[in-house]
């Protein structure tokens, strides 16, 4: 017997107990009878997936629409909300537009795009928005390094120097520097895990108050809920506190030294922020192939049932993108 039958039964039981206190009613004066916690008689939703915890599960689909009808730009944050599904899930689910597969692929890989367009309902807006300006800002730093003063008097040796290469070279390894350390203070600001234990644990105390007898389950679960909530939501200021007081720690040291090296190096200032444009733009063209190859992947999975080959989108969705 699964747990929705059992729940069924018991339900059963405690709806014949209310119903047969119901009808005795009459017989009994109000003051002779023990008072009885009232079960409410409708549960039409009590046994659907779709609560309110739901809209922390990555395997919910949370966009009641019709897919016939429906826009492509709904079609893509719908898809968007996909792309970290297990393989049955996923393919559970309809998709009945490629080329929205195509477009969330590739937009989910764009992290300002993501920020403004696919925030879950527990993301925070400003802080994510504060971590993207914030690793731009060690981008920007970073390249400055690599302009040591053999560099520098190098530049001023020989006309042609820096070339393409040095640009393209030392841009992708500060972009993979620089997303090492966005996954990091994103992880650290990942507060999901957090969330939706105070959403479970209100859904298990609704789930006994409407099941036990107890006059004091309410109080006695208000507290319980009120203790984990507030601990949870002192724990989650404390690493905000601690993450603005980092950031701006570095925005400070990053700040100095940028002045510092922009005045002494005036000749080099425009060739810094080139190979910034141009570290933005390799890592954007980067991004594009990466996302179309995984939506094609991903498409060629569903079509031909390749468990394998979704196995593997599926990781490089979750763990690099």
Same mark, same amino acid.
């Given at each position: 017997?699964?747990?929705?039958?059992?729940?069924?039964?018991?339900?059963? +039981?405690?709806?014949?107990?209310?119903?047969?206190?119901?009808?005795?009613?009459?017989?009994?004066?109000?003051?002779?009878?023990?008072? =009885?916690?009232?079960?409410?008689?409708?549960?039409?939703?009590?046994?659907?997936?779709?609560?309110?915890?739901?809209?922390?599960? +990555?395997?919910?689909?949370?966009?009641?629409?019709?897919?016939?009808?429906?826009?492509?730009? !709904? %079609?893509?944050?719908?898809?968007? %909300?996909?792309?970290?599904?297990?393989?049955?899930?996923?393919?559970?689910?309809?998709?009945?537009?490629?080329?929205?597969?195509?477009?969330?692929?590739?937009?989910?890989?764009?992290?300002? =795009?993501?920020?403004?367009?696919?925030?879950?309902?527990?993301?925070?807006?400003?802080?994510?928005?504060?971590?993207?300006?914030?690793?731009?800002?060690?981008?920007?730093?970073?390249?400055?390094?690599?302009?040591?003063?053999?560099?520098?008097?190098?530049?001023?040796?020989?006309?042609?120097?820096?070339?393409?290469?040095?640009? %393209?070279?030392?841009?992708?390894?500060?972009?993979?520097?620089?997303?090492?350390?966005?996954?990091?203070?994103?992880?650290?600001?990942?507060?999901?895990?957090?969330?939706?234990?105070? =959403?479970?644990?209100?859904?298990?105390?609704? +789930?006994? +108050?409407?099941?036990?007898?107890?006059?004091?389950?309410?109080?006695?679960?208000?507290?319980?809920?009120?203790?984990?909530?507030?601990? !949870?939501?002192?724990?989650?200021?404390?690493?905000?506190?601690?993450?603005?007081?980092?950031?701006?720690?570095?925005?400070?040291?990053?700040?100095?030294?940028?002045?510092?090296?922009?005045?002494?190096?005036?000749?080099?200032?425009?060739? =810094?922020?080139?190979?910034?444009?141009?570290?933005?733009?390799?890592?954007?063209?980067?991004?594009?192939?990466?996302?179309?190859?995984?939506?094609?992947?991903?498409?060629?999975?569903?079509?031909?049932?390749?468990?394998?080959?979704?196995?593997?989108?599926?990781?490089?969705?979750?763990?690099?993108?």
């Amino acid at each position: 017997m699964n747990k929705n039958e059992k729940l069924n039964q018991k339900f059963k +039981e405690k709806n014949k107990l209310f119903e047969k206190l119901n009808t005795n009613y009459s017989q009994y004066k109000e003051k002779d009878l023990i008072t =009885v916690k009232k079960i409410k008689p409708n549960f039409s939703n009590f046994y659907d997936d779709r609560e309110i915890s739901d809209e922390f599960d +990555e395997d919910s689909d949370d966009m009641k629409i019709d897919e016939e009808n429906a826009g492509l730009f !709904t %079609l893509i944050k719908r898809e968007q %909300l996909f792309l970290r599904l297990q393989y049955k899930k996923y393919l559970e689910k309809k998709h009945p537009n490629n080329l929205s597969i195509f477009i969330a692929e590739i937009l989910d890989k764009i992290y300002i =795009v993501k920020i403004i367009l696919f925030l879950r309902k527990y993301d925070i807006f400003t802080h994510q928005l504060s971590l993207y300006v914030f690793c731009h800002l060690l981008l920007l730093s970073l390249l400055c390094g690599f302009f040591t003063i053999r560099v520098i008097k190098k530049i001023w040796r020989e006309s042609n120097y820096p070339g393409i290469g040095f640009y %393209l070279l030392y841009g992708l390894i500060s972009n993979i520097i620089i997303w090492i350390i966005y996954q990091i203070f994103l992880y650290i600001l990942d507060f999901r895990d957090k969330i939706k234990e105070i =959403v479970s644990l209100q859904k298990e105390l609704k +789930e006994q +108050e409407m099941y036990e007898f107890d006059d004091n389950i309410d109080e006695r679960n208000e507290k319980i809920f009120k203790k984990k909530y507030t601990l !949870t939501i002192k724990r989650i200021k404390c690493i905000i506190f601690a993450f603005y007081i980092t950031m701006f720690i570095i925005i400070v040291f990053c700040t100095i030294y940028l002045v510092s090296f922009f005045a002494l190096y005036t000749g080099t200032r425009k060739r =810094v922020f080139k190979a910034y444009y141009l570290s933005l733009i390799i890592i954007l063209i980067i991004k594009f192939v990466y996302g179309f190859s995984l939506a094609s992947l991903r498409i060629a999975s569903k079509i031909n049932k390749m468990k394998t080959l979704y196995k593997v989108v599926y990781i490089l969705d979750k763990y690099i993108s």
